[in-house]
């Protein structure tokens, strides 16, 4: 029996009728108000790392993977939990964001047995998949536990 995949865009659709319009690395894009800027940037073909958001849950922010940074703003605030605003200029591949979400990710890794290769999810594990989306090759922590 082949098991059929749904997209996941990681967060619930906007129940709004009104659009804003927004820039997601340097392009255009026209969204329903209230749409998660991780939701906005899947609907227009640009993909944010992420573990712990789903379409089917709200979004509460706790693995970090998919912060982004926003103009005019401080920090890097989780796209899953920020709702898109009018004129909102948002960047999801920058090198901060690439090393952040490699730092997260390793120590995710830390804490998890090092036995991807032999492990029966090899291939169709999304802590694996992340891992390898956020390049994260090396893990300087959890050898001793």
Excluded: W
């Excluded at 899947?42 to 790392?49: A, F, L, Y």
């Excluded at 922010?61 to 005019?72: D, F």
Aim: contains cysteine.
């Amino acid at each position: 029996m082949n098991k059929v995949r749904q997209i996941d865009l990681g967060t619930p659709a906007s129940t709004h009728a009104e659009t804003v319009r927004v820039e997601i690395d340097g392009l255009p894009a026209t969204v329903k108000a209230g749409t998660s800027i991780l939701r906005a940037a899947r609907e227009s073909g640009v993909d944010i790392p992420k573990l712990c958001a789903t379409d089917s849950l709200k979004p509460f922010g706790s693995c970090r993977m998919c912060l982004v940074e926003v103009e005019g703003r401080k920090g890097y605030p989780a796209s899953c939990t920020t709702p898109v605003e009018a004129g909102m200029k948002i960047r999801t591949q920058t090198d901060a964001l690439a090393r952040l979400r490699r730092n997260v990710m390793e120590l995710y890794i830390s804490d998890h047995p090092l036995d991807c290769l032999t492990c029966s999810a090899n291939g169709d594990c999304e802590l694996q998949d992340m891992a390898g989306a956020v390049g994260l090759r090396d893990v300087r922590y959890g050898f001793d536990g």
